[in-house]
Nanobody, 126 residues
């Protein structure tokens, strides 16, 4: 069974850091682009970062550029999201998904993603 599982969420003070992990099972991770999205209560799903298959090109939302870093370890079948200098505005449930089109990753368009994980809650206190 193909699935993605997020881990590493938690509560952190503003200015702190967290690292999220997205671990794949049932398929070869290196064949796919993987994106991170987040959703705060009452808001839509927002693209955060994506790393492409193959060359591993990375894409970021303007709101997280310079603070978040997406990376992958294909041997461990895991994609990471390192989040630094966190602010309360980063509080959300974070999801990883698999891009099934060439459009989704560079545009951080959630419509092009499927196989979502269950989510990891990130809460940043002021």
């Amino acid at each position: 069974q193909e699935q993605l599982v997020e881990s590493g969420g938690g509560l952190v003070q503003a200015g702190g850091s967290l690292r999220l992990s997205c671990t794949a099972s049932g398929f070869a991770l290196d064949d796919w682009s993987i994106g991170w999205f987040r959703q705060a209560p009452g808001k839509g799903r927002e693209g955060v970062a994506c790393i492409s298959d193959g060359a591993g090109r990375t894409y970021y939302a303007d709101s997280v550029k310079g603070r978040f870093t997406v990376s992958r370890d294909n041997a461990k079948k895991t994609v990471y999201l390192q989040m630094n200098s966190l602010t309360p505005a980063d509080t959300a449930a974070y999801f990883c998904g698999r891009d099934y089109s060439a459009y989704g990753c560079p545009h951080l368009d959630s419509v092009s993603f499927h196989l979502w994980g269950q989510g990891a809650q990130v809460t940043v206190s002021s």
